[in-house]
Structures are given as structure tokens and as C-alpha cells.
């Protein structure tokens, strides 16, 4: 079975390692908080102080009038094979305090660092780990004095403030309540006393001390409270006689003081049957023997936490990408997993996995046919504008049978305007793209890591989609120009016949059209205009998706994974730099990964002997 020593000693080590890493808090119970503690809880002027004191056996805590403990101080105290005594803070892990006057002072001036030279409070902890033959091991917070009335100096709502701090960690379920109360007053007021009801009320947390016994005026004593008759408790009350002022100014040494107290009670009519459970000796012991009982009991669901938290602190790095090795190899190998991660989610979103690609077949839908309706046709082929182009389009010659180049000038004038929105279908498609790139990076969780590359990846893909949007563009343009070069003859050819007379030639020499044959040139025109419409209509919208959208499935990081293929390992390790943030957190991460299957080790190797 595992010695008393061994088990609380590990569990002060955890907890201390615990507050190193910031794992004291959060959501969900944290290890420090599942771990045992005991907090010392009193009001203003209770012996709180004088109780941790004479537990420790040294004089080393700041004394004065009002409220003097202003943060919690955690104090941990593990027992040594001999030795000197020394302190040691968490604020200033490499210094050793050996003269406890400094200790004193060390505490006064921490917490003036945090809450000024005021009379205020901060719920921030001092970290003191006291290493002593002469104590037992423990963990006790130490907890600002409970008080009724605010002083000046002080804001109103000090009385609450310090009952909500004292309370937030008391009601834990794995605190062990001291409640510490002046025998010189009534028990039924004692502030301690009723929080620790209120928090506890089976008392199976709570363990009473009565202080200043000697103090009690003459003829009365508290041995009902002691012996559990005036309020009773689960664990025994225990007494405590605290050193006298006089003693506290001729800084008496606490081991004579310890020496005192036993003497006091062994002679003590009142109490001499009780001196055997009484003291601040017996009273460390007790606190020992039941944390060390209370640790047993937890052992499973503390491990059960560790378990639980190993799970989830790998589920992290899993998330966020485990260390990366530094051989060159291993980095291109990232860099192209990386790659492929990303072109992964990028098709997910042209081919529907993910939404998005939608967007490109809205422009073949909406907004081309959109475009093409409104080209101005209309305004192209009025009869006032069919009649110029018409006239002006054989110059000095005559027409023979039909205006033929009138014909040809008016279809070429009108294709022309096809190519607006074949360009802006291909702009359109590219920005669609573009947008899909975008999100693509922003979705790829093994990117997040490393901005770097996210940028080198976003420049990469850019640039081919430049690259693709140009192809299509000169694309969709010839297909527009090959309507212009090569007219469809069987159209014309059924329309001839339709073609009326030739009016006698004008006074000027030249011939001239009635308006209802102007009408019907306009209106064959326009007939073979919706051909070519329809068509482009259709063929537009293959060019591009041919040009871009199949080029960027099959290629869009191809030149750039050639780039990469010739890239030194600093260049590849330049590329794989990541968030600063990232990268502390990971490091957080591992160090608490390690606490954590440390402390699992730790506790199995000594709880179950």
C-alpha cells in the first residue's frame, strides 16, 4: 500500500505541474481542480493565520489590521528526509527563500503587484510550495478573510466579492472545507461555519477549528463545540491555541510555540481528555491522514479525467497537424499532401460536394442568355440603319440581283456584339473560380497550419486561372469570328427567291428599296442572327467549360508542383512556416499531453502498492 508521503507528495508534484501549464481553470474540470486541496476558510481576525502558521511551523505570513490576505495563496507542503528548510514561489521559480521573514515580505509585495497598494482583492493565486522535515504533506489555500462591512478604501461590494471568491472554491466537490472559528464567539455566527452549511451540508467536507481557546473568558469553555454536541460534524472538531501577540512580537519560535500548545492542552482541566486530538500538530496529521484517504477515493475518476483528457488533447493535434519533420523529403511530401488536400475540396465544390459551383452553371442559364437578349439587335437592324449599310455597301457599283454585301456587312455588324457576352462569360466563370479557390483554402483544415503555403497555393491557382481565362477567351472569341468568316449559304439561298425586283435606279444612279423590302432585308438578317444566337448560346458555354472549368480540375497546380519538385529544403522549409499561435499552441498542447500521461503513470505506479 502506498506510504502517505508518496501519494500526496505525487499529487502536490501534478498539481504544481498543473499551475505551470496553466491547466488550473476552463471549461470542464481541469486536473488541478479534480485533485484534493484543502481551503482554508474564516473570517477577519478568525486565527486563520495563525492556524497556517502553526501548521507549517514557521512565521511567514503578512499580519496586520482589516483584510491582509487579498489573493488566495495555494501552499503546498512537502515533507523532507532532513535538510534545510526553504520556500519556493511560482512568480520566481529559480530563487529559494530560506529566511521565511522574506517569504513574508515576498507575499505582501506579489500581491501589491496585482492589486496595488489598495485594499483591494484579486482572485488571482500565489503559488508557495514550503519544503520542511518539520511538516506534513499538504495542499492548503489559503483564502481572504470573510467580513461584514466594507472600510475605506475598499469599494461597496468588497463583502460579496470576497464570499463569491471564497465560494467559488469551496463549493468544488473536491475541496476539503477548513472552516476556522474564534472560541471567544458564538458558534452559531460563525462566518466560516455557515458557508460551509450552505456548500456542504452533510459536513462530509468540512472539518471545524475552534481558535483562541486560551482567550475564552473565565468559567466557560467550548468542549460541547469540540466534542460535536453544539453543532456537529462528520470529522471531530479540533482546538487550537494560537500564539499570543506577545509571543508574535518576540517572534517565539513556532516549534516552541507547537511545544506550548501541547502543554496547554495536557494540563488544561477543561480540555486534558481531548489533548490527544487537539493542536495544530494533530490537526496537520488529521488533514494529511483524510487528504491522503480522499485521494484514494478520487483515484479512479481522477484517472478516468486523465484518460478522457489524453483523448481529447490528441484529438487536438490531430486537428491542427502534428510536428512536421524538418529532412526535405518529409517537407515535400507535406507540401504536396497539403496540395492534394486542398484540390480535394476544391472538386468537391465544382462537382457538388460542396456548394459553389452552382454559380458557373447560373451563368449559362441566366446570366449569357440575359446578355444576348438585350445586344441591340433592334437598334442594328432598323430600317434607317439596314437602308445605309445597304447603300453604302457597294459603293459606285449597282446591285445586280441583291444587296449581297449589304446582306454580309449587316450579319458582321450584328455577330460583333456576340462577343461582350462571350467575354463576360468567361470573366464571370473565372471569378467563380477564383471565389472557389478562395474558399477551397479556407476549408482545408490541414492548411490552417501554415499561412505561408495557404498564400503560395491561393498565387499558384490565381495564376493558372489567368492563365485558363485567357485560353478561353481567345476561345470564345473565335468561335465568334467563325460565324463572321463562313455564312451559312442554304440559309440565303431559300430566301432569294423572295427577293422582289430591282426598283429603276435613282435620279442620283443609284438603286433604291422600298421600305417593305428594307423591312424583309432586316428581317432575314435577323432570322439568321437567332441562328447564330442559338448556336453561340450553346457552343459559349462548352468553350469555357472546356478552357477553365476542366482545366482547372486537371491542372490547376500542376506548374506549381513543378516549382516545388526544384525548391532547396530551406525554400521548402520557408514555405511550411506556420502561425506563430499555432505553432505556441501546439507546443502547449504537447507539454500538456505529456503532464497528463505523466501524471497517469505517476499515480499508477504508487496508488495501487
Known amino acids: 500500500m502506498a506510504t502517505m508521503t508518496s501519494l500526496i507528495g505525487l499529487i502536490n508534484k501534478i498539481q504544481r505541474a498543473c499551475t505551470v501549464l496553466g491547466d488550473h481553470g476552463g471549461e470542464g474540470l481541469s486536473l488541478w481542480e479534480a485533485l484534493p486541496s484543502?481551503?482554508?476558510?474564516?473570517?477577519?481576525?478568525?486565527?486563520?493565520s495563525s492556524v497556517l502558521e502553526s501548521v507549517v511551523g514557521r512565521d511567514f505570513l503578512p499580519r496586520g489590521s482589516g483584510i491582509v490576505t487579498r489573493r488566495p495563496l495555494v501552499l503546498q507542503l512537502h515533507k523532507t528526509e532532513g535538510g534545510a528548510e526553504y520556500a519556493e514561489f511560482l512568480h520566481a521559480p529559480r530563487k529559494r527563500f530560506t529566511d521565511f521573514a522574506a517569504v513574508r515580505k515576498e507575499i505582501a509585495d506579489e500581491t501589491d503587484r496585482v492589486t496595488g497598494k489598495t485594499k483591494q482583492i484579486s482572485n488571482v493565486p500565489i503559488h508557495l510550495s514550503i519544503y520542511s522535515p518539520n511538516v506534513v504533506n499538504l495542499t492548503l489555500i489559503d483564502l481572504p478573510g470573510l467580513t461584514k462591512v466594507a472600510v475605506e478604501g475598499q469599494p461597496e461590494t468588497i463583502v460579496e466579492d470576497i464570499e463569491n471568491m471564497v465560494r467559488s472554491y469551496v463549493e468544488k466537490p473536491n475541496s476539503i472545507i477548513l472552516a476556522i472559528s474564534p472560541a471567544n464567539q458564538d458558534i452559531a455566527t460563525s462566518d466560516a461555519i455557515k458557508l460551509a452549511r450552505e456548500v456542504d451540508p452533510s459536513g462530509e467536507r468540512t472539518f471545524g477549528v475552534l481558535t483562541k481557546l486560551d482567550l475564552m473568558d473565565k468559567g466557560t469553555n467550548a468542549v460541547d463545540v469540540l466534542e460535536g454536541r453544539q453543532y456537529r460534524l462528520q470529522h471531530p472538531w479540533v482546538g487550537i491555541v494560537n500564539r499570543s501577540q506577545a509571543d508574535i512580537n518576540r517572534n517565539v519560535d513556532m516549534i516552541i510555540a507547537r511545544k506550548k500548545e501541547r502543554e496547554y492542552f495536557e494540563t488544561s482541566p477543561e480540555y486534558g481528555h481531548l489533548?490527544?486530538?487537539?493542536?495544530?500538530?494533530?490537526?496537520?496529521?488529521?488533514?494529511?491522514?483524510?487528504?491522503?484517504?480522499?485521494?484514494?477515493?478520487?483515484?479512479?475518476?481522477?484517472?478516468?479525467?486523465?484518460?478522457?483528457?489524453?483523448?481529447?488533447?490528441?484529438?487536438e493535434l490531430d486537428r491542427i497537424g502534428r510536428p512536421i519533420a524538418v529532412d526535405s523529403g518529409a517537407q515535400l511530401y507535406t507540401i504536396l499532401e497539403m496540395c492534394r488536400a486542398f484540390d480535394k475540396v476544391f472538386k468537391e465544390h465544382l462537382d457538388g460536394g460542396r456548394p459553389g459551383g452552382d454559380r458557373i452553371y447560373g451563368v449559362f442559364d441566366h446570366q449569357l442568355p440575359a446578355a444576348l437578349k438585350k445586344l441591340p439587335f433592334d437598334r442594328h437592324?432598323?430600317?434607317k440603319n439596314v437602308q445605309r449599310v445597304v447603300t453604302e455597301a457597294d459603293g459606285y457599283q449597282p446591285h445586280l440581283i441583291a444587296p449581297e454585301q449589304g446582306y454580309r456587312r449587316l450579319i458582321d455588324g450584328s455577330i460583333s456584339y456576340f462577343k461582350g457576352p462571350a467575354e463576360a462569360s468567361v470573366d464571370a466563370v473565372h471569378f467563380v473560380l477564383k471565389e472557389l479557390v478562395r474558399k477551397s483554402i479556407a476549408e482545408t483544415e490541414?492548411?490552417?497550419?501554415?499561412?505561408?503555403?495557404?498564400?503560395?497555393?491561393?498565387?499558384?491557382?490565381?495564376?493558372a486561372l489567368e492563365r485558363f481565362r485567357e485560353e478561353g477567351r481567345k476561345t470564345v472569341l473565335r468561335l465568334v469570328d467563325m460565324e463572321s468568316s463562313y455564312l451559312t449559304a442554304e440559309f440565303f439561298r431559300k430566301i432569294h427567291h423572295m427577293e422582289p425586283e430591282k426598283n429603276p435606279p435613282n435620279r442620283n444612279g443609284q438603286d433604291s428599296f422600298t421600305d417593305t423590302h428594307l423591312r424583309r432585308i432586316g428581317s432575314n438578317v435577323s432570322s439568321y442572327i437567332n441562328m447564330v444566337c442559338e448556336t453561340l448560346r450553346n457552343s459559349i458555354p462548352k468553350a469555357v467549360v472546356y478552357c477553365q472549368v476542366r482545366e482547372a480540375k486537371r491542372s490547376l497546380l500542376n506548374q506549381f508542383y513543378v516549382q516545388v519538385g526544384k525548391k532547396e529544403k530551406e525554400q521548402l522549409g520557408a514555405m511550411l512556416d506556420e502561425d506563430p499561435a499555432l505553432m505556441e499552441r501546439r507546443t502547449q498542447i504537447a507539454k500538456r499531453l505529456e503532464l497528463y500521461k505523466q501524471a497517469r503513470d505517476?499515480?499508477?505506479?504508487?496508488?495501487?502498492?
Open 38 to 48: 484543502v481551503a482554508v476558510v474564516g473570517g477577519q481576525s478568525s486565527g486563520k
Open 275 to 315: 489533548a490527544h486530538k487537539m493542536g495544530s500538530e494533530y490537526l496537520a496529521k488529521l488533514l494529511s491522514q483524510h487528504l491522503e484517504q480522499v485521494i484514494r477515493q478520487k483515484i479512479p475518476s481522477i484517472i478516468s479525467l486523465i484518460n478522457k483528457t489524453i483523448d481529447e488533447l490528441n484529438a
Open 381 to 383: 437592324l432598323s430600317q
Open 446 to 463: 490541414e492548411l490552417r497550419r501554415f499561412p505561408t503555403l495557404q498564400s503560395d497555393i491561393a498565387a499558384a491557382a490565381n495564376e
Open 602 to 609: 505517476d499515480i499508477d505506479s504508487v496508488a495501487w502498492k
